[in-house]
């Protein structure tokens, strides 16, 4: 029983410490997507993902490294992009780069695991969004994408149909110059509320990511390591780590950025470079996001889809290896344990302080954004917490004569399940009598 104990400390303990050797890009990356999405339209980006032409892509991949890096999020972006009259492959690019190209993810990656692994993250997923385009032609087939968009207008008019709020387009505001929106202290209360928001939304994957990596970092010894990964085949152990990688997410369940702990503990445990980037590429395969994509597109588009992000993912991640290989870029050190563990006055301290004095102003002008007059235009989820525009939300719901708005379809079905749950007593209306 006491092995056990201290077993179960030290794995605490070392998931306590890779927090703390993150935090400051936690804090960084997030405040600075929640300045982007603050301050960038989306009824920009629809208007110009129409087709599946070059810029488009280009588009698609720019407006996905600036918005949230919740795969929940995105996938749910990219459905009303589709809906909306985006090409279904530059809606999947938008996917893919507003997971695996976003600037928080990149800064905890360099930190956690090391720079090579940040870089390769980005070299890889524009690798990944380019073999995406060439053989969507031959994955998505036309009859499978146009009867997945009629599933979607299909549902939405059943959706009108019932007890859901229509779409608002008088809720979005007249957009004021972008100059003096950024001079605005209400500009900056709603770019704190999308910071708090996404770190609400993402609380569950960062924390159950971060324990995760802690116990395999601690208590998965090399042998079962060495069960799970080829190790001295050359190639071949870089092609079956990069097929395998995916594997891991897919059943791990944890998306979004918190899986970079989980990278860090199978870097340490043996996963080739190559292998180390598909497995944090693959957020968006995970059994929750298939069974949504499931209820999106259908099984038919849904099974090439899965299929087609797991081949590109494993390519892009053993392309990057060799790629890397060849300038001597892959790290030739493997760490016993992700990080040291322990206090020291050293840099990491230093901007940790700095960093929390940052975020204590962000608590504060998200619980101030009224009185600076920020947040007319948005609205949280109830579910998840994320912050969503109200004229652009995903979806909508009304429950005793209250509007909802939500990141997702797949929370307004968790709200209509039990809306009890998910509303407080005080925020619902009083019936007035007849």
Known sequence: MSQALTAIGLSLQMAFFMIWETLWPLVLGFGLSGAVQAFVSRSQMQRLLGDAGVRSLARASLFGMISS?????????AKSLFQKGADFTTAMVFMLASTNLVLELGLVLWILIGWQ????????????????????????KPRLVRAAR????????????????????????VSEPLGRRLRSAAGWADAAGYTMADLTMLRQELIVGYLVAGFLA???????WNLVFFRGHGLATSVENVVIGPLIGVISFVCSIGNVPLAAALWSGGISFGGVVSFVFADLITMPLILIYRKLYGWALTWRLVA???????????????????????PTIRPSRP????????????????????????????RNRERLGGGGRYAIDPVCGMQVEKANAPARARFEGQAFHFCSDHCRERFERDPHRFVRPASVPTPTGS
């Open 218 to 224: 601690v208590l998965v010894p090399a042998t079962l």
């Open 69 to 77: 890096s919740c795969s929940y999020a995105a996938s749910a972006m």
């Open 150 to 173: 009629d599933r979607l207008r299909s549902r939405e008019a059943g959706v009108e149909m019932g007890d859901h709020e229509p779409p608002d387009e008088a809720a979005e505001a």
């Open 308 to 330: 087609a992000l797991w081949l590109v993912m494993s390519v892009a991640g053993l392309g990057t290896e060799l790629l890397f290989r060849a300038v001597h870029l892959v």
């Open 339 to 366: 990080v040291p563990v322990g206090f020291s006055w050293n840099y990491t301290t230093v901007l940790n302080v700095i960093f929390l004095l940052v975020f204590a102003g962000l608590v504060w002008l998200h």
């Open 117 to 140: 692994f940040a870089l390769a993250e980005y070299v890889g997923g524009i690798l990944m969004i380019g073999m995406l385009a060439l053989i969507a032609r031959f994955v998505f």
